[in-house]
């Protein structure tokens, strides 16, 4: 039975018309099939400024997500002192093209930043995104290094594992926040992709979440809720991950995966490491809390 049917059996059950009760068991179902799918935007090419337009189309464009006014940061990962081809940072190219894509779309202030676990200024430099970024001569977009000064202490309600940690002040106060992971191996969580990226909005000693990081991963994301997510696929480090180095361990897929749902854009970045989604931990917690999709049957993914 569909849920028309069901609706309909309902309809006649109740005005008299039928003495046939209907199976209430099966509304779970029925509601279900008509459940909305979370929408995963793929796009593939060589021309990364080009692909960045061409991932944000199918969901609306950049004017989906950022209005005119709006103060935007864009979280990179651009946490290790390594150069772009290693695969290890966000490469240049994507954040630049997204921070003038929100530039475009009106916002008053684009600010890019990453709390780095290697020297802030190496990383800054070597990962390309500072030079970068230094050729975009609008003066509302801007690259800054961390000030500890503004984490604030934050409350985590809805938390499992974690009540409360220091976060970035930018990061909760602006009008969109955007998370551009770089999709990679990591040592302890298998894989590092959007929900793990927001490590970098964070302060305190981040090394005592790697004990049951799953749960605290999606903790945090019930605070730190980014409005796009924008995973760089264009080369993916397949080994030696977070920090990687060595060229050999990088695959070059130029993809880039994009979604209003972070965990369906994680769900699907996965697959790209020949892995089913629930192979990792935040991904599965951060399902089970309501945060978003990580059922590939119920993630449409559109091909722009």
């Known amino acids: 039975m569909d849920r028309r049917q069901f609706l309909r059996d309902v309809l006649l059950w109740s005005v008299g018309a039928s003495l046939t009760v209907p199976r209430f068991n099966i509304i779970t179902e029925a509601l279900a099939a008509d459940k909305p799918q979370a929408l995963v935007s793929l796009a593939k090419g060589e021309d990364y400024f080009a692909l960045v337009a061409r991932v944000l189309a199918p969901l609306g464009g950049m004017g ?101 940690w220091e976060i970035y002040k930018d990061a909760l106060d602006c009008n969109c926040y955007i998370n551009v992971p770089v999709a990679k191996h990591h040592g302890l969580s298998r894989l ?27 903790d945090l994301a019930t605070v730190i809720r980014p409005k796009l997510t924008v995973i760089d696929a264009t080369r993916i480090l397949l080994r030696s991950g977070p920090q990687g180095g060595d060229v050999r361990d990088v695959k070059k897929t130029d993809t880039l995966i994009a979604s209003a749902d972070p965990v369906a854009a994680d769900a699907y970045a996965t697959t790209l490491f020949d892995l089913p989604p629930d192979a990792i931990e935040a991904t599965m917690a951060a399902y089970r809390m309501g945060l978003g999709e990580m059922d590939l049957a119920r993630i449409q993914v559109v091909t722009a």
């Open 64 to 164: 989906k997500f950022v209005k005119p006014g709006d103060k935007v940061v864009i979280k990179p990962n651009i946490g290790w002192d390594r150069r772009p081809e290693q695969g290890a940072t966000t490469h240049p190219l994507v954040v630049k093209a997204l921070v003038l894509q929100a530039l475009d779309a009106g916002a008053s202030k684009v600010l890019v930043f990453d709390r780095t676990c290697n020297e802030q200024r190496r990383c800054y430099a070597n990962s390309g995104i500072e030079a970068a970024l230094a050729e975009i001569t609008d003066s509302r977009a801007g690259i800054e290094h961390v000030d500890p000064r503004k984490f604030v202490p934050v409350d985590i309600t809805r938390g499992k594992s974690i009540t409360q």
């Open 192 to 218: 590092t992709l959007g929900l793990k990226n927001s490590m970098g909005v964070l302060g305190g000693n981040r090394g005592a979440l790697h004990q049951n990081i799953g749960q605290n991963l999606a």
